[in-house]
């Protein structure tokens, strides 16, 4: 059974910077791909941003692009979300997945069968 933790979540004002971690136990981190969504109030879960298991591709959502970045460190067992330039519409629970491919459906959440309890991000005006 595989166990994803998140952190690094706060109150941060508009034009600050936050970093995610996410940390994976109970199996091989490097045998997941890992991705990143979030649910701003009152609405549906969105689609942040996936990492292949190596580190070398990932997918940015597009309102996202340029302001936040996907790594992963698959020694320390951990996907880190680096969020710049936030903006008040960025606040949200943030979650981190997990799945076993990469590619087909990545910005679908039900195709990720592992999550993490999330954790806030509010981004003051």
């Known amino acids: 059974q595989v166990q994803l933790v998140e952190s690094g979540g706060g109150l941060v004002q508009a034009g600050g910077s936050l970093r995610l971690s996410c940390a994976v136990s109970?199996?091989?981190?490097?045998?997941?791909?890992m991705g990143w969504f979030r649910q701003p109030p009152g609405k549906e879960r969105e689609f942040v941003a996936t990492i292949d298991w190596a580190g070398s591709r990932t997918e940015v959502a597009d309102s996202m692009k340029g302001r936040f970045t996907i790594s992963r460190d698959n020694a320390k067992n951990t996907v880190y979300l680096q969020m710049n330039s936030l903006k008040p519409e960025d606040t949200a629970i943030y979650y981190c997945a997990a799945r076993m491919y990469y590619g087909l459906r990545f910005s679908d959440s039900r195709s990720y069968p592992h999550w993490g309890q999330g954790t806030q991000v509010t981004v003051s005006s």
């Open positions: 109970g199996r091989t981190f490097s045998d997941y791909v």
